[in-house]
């Protein structure tokens, strides 16, 4: 069952990252953006370990992002020497617009199925709702 739905989560979110292509923005530079959109400011090194790359391959994601308008950096209050990443008002723009195309284009798909279909898809995503909740996920 866990391969399956490792399988099946895979082929989903490839499928539905062709809607990003639209934005004009890569898929590490969007999921980037995510984190400061919805977890807030962060410095390059938190920003770095959320996404699980190294300081110097953040620093070329945000200097792209930051080239797009979609962030700025500011001095940090406490730290002079460090920056501290933001995402602008045209970045969490860009962000909300992908994910809506992005559950459209998944909406779409689902529409081909029967309601009893829909019943049984809704009754998984629910379980694996409280399965991600039981251990901490997001």
Do not use: N, W
Not at 68 to 91: C, E, H, L, M
Not at 96 to 119: C, F, I, M, N, Y
């Amino acid at each position: 069952m866990a391969d399956r739905l490792h399988s099946a989560a895979l082929h989903l979110l490839r499928r539905l990252r062709i809607e990003d292509e639209t934005l004009g923005i890569s898929a590490p530079r969007l999921s980037a953006l995510s984190v400061l959109v919805f977890g807030g400011p962060r410095r390059i090194g938190e920003l770095a370990d959320a996404e699980q790359v190294e300081p110097p391959t953040m620093t070329r994601l945000v200097d792209a992002l930051e080239r797009g308008g979609y962030v700025t950096r500011t001095p940090d209050p406490d730290d002079r020497r460090a920056v501290v990443i933001r995402a602008t008002p045209s970045g969490a723009r860009a962000l909300k617009k992908g994910r809506s195309q992005r559950v459209e284009a998944l909406a779409t798909q689902l529409r081909s199925l029967t309601p009893d279909q829909l019943a049984i898809l809704a009754s998984g995503v629910g379980v694996l709702e409280e399965v991600i909740a039981s251990r901490g996920g997001s």
